[in-house]
């Protein structure tokens, strides 16, 4: 899978994010459990380790849980079953390790791969949470306004040294820019925002380049909705900082 077609599929999870926080709360859980499974069976393919089916299925559980726990917990504490999911994630991605009988050589790896799948799933689920905590939206519209900047100008083949002071700077002015238009955020808070994004999509792209050309379409699935999901708790926790 092309590094191309790795951000084209990030670029329209985040879309599908964005839509869906509009929509009915239950189209945004449904959404939220698709990403969740997407990224799960497709990690372990991106990382090319043993028991890949099982180690899909507990990450693609802990995302699920996680959006649905975020969906339905009482405010403000939308995260509340947040740290109990990871924790029994983490603790099924170990005992698969310990009962499979294949790939022992590379028990470290995948351990360290699927407790990695298993954090960045599950906080994807802050992306439900950051939008039920602010209700209209607006922060919510800004970060993934300078996501999908960022992820469009990560999707032009040049090398990292052109693309990340450019990418900063851009998510740095996209955050500011809608902001002024749909909400009352004053520039210096939404001009934050944008340059946090940009840094931890630049790092993702900075992480798909040094590795080895993708073969696996699920792999590259994974790969481009990692960092989407990896912003749903930087959108949460932001959201907290900025209002209280």
């Not at 924790?87 to 170990?94: E, L, N, P």
């Not at 306004?145 to 032009?156: K, P, Q, T």
Request: glycine share 14%.
């Amino acid at each position: 899978m092309k590094s191309w077609s790795v951000g084209l599929t990030g670029l329209l999870g985040l879309v599908a994010i964005l839509a869906v926080s509009y929509a009915d709360s239950g189209l945004e859980v449904a959404v939220g459990i698709v990403i969740a499974a997407l990224f799960g069976f497709g990690w372990p393919h991106y990382l090319a380790i043993p028991a890949r089916k099982t180690l899909g299925l507990v990450i693609s559980i802990a995302g699920a849980l996680s959006a649905i726990a975020a969906n339905f917990s009482n405010g403000p504490s939308y995260l509340l079953w947040l740290a109990p999911i990871i924790a029994v994630g983490v603790g099924a991605i170990f005992a698969v390790q310990l009962i499979r009988g294949t790939g022992q050589s590379h028990r470290l790896e995948s351990t360290f791969g699927g407790v990695v799948g298993v954090l960045i799933s599950a906080v994807g689920s802050g992306w439900i949470a950051a939008h039920r905590f602010t209700g209209d939206g607006a922060l919510t519209l800004i970060t993934g306004a300078s996501a999908v900047v960022v992820l469009l100008l990560g999707m032009i083949r040049w090398p990292d040294r052109i693309i990340a002071p450019l990418g900063l700077v851009l998510g740095a002015l996209a955050g500011p820019l809608v902001a002024i238009a749909f909400s009352d955020l004053h520039i210096l808070p939404a001009a934050v925002i944008g340059v946090v994004v940009a840094a931890i999509l630049l790092s993702f792209r900075r992480l798909n380049s040094i590795v080895p050309a993708l073969h696996s379409i699920p792999g590259g699935i994974a790969m481009g909705l990692a960092p989407v999901l990896s912003l749903g708790g930087v959108v949460y926790f932001i959201d907290k900082m900025l209002i209280f």
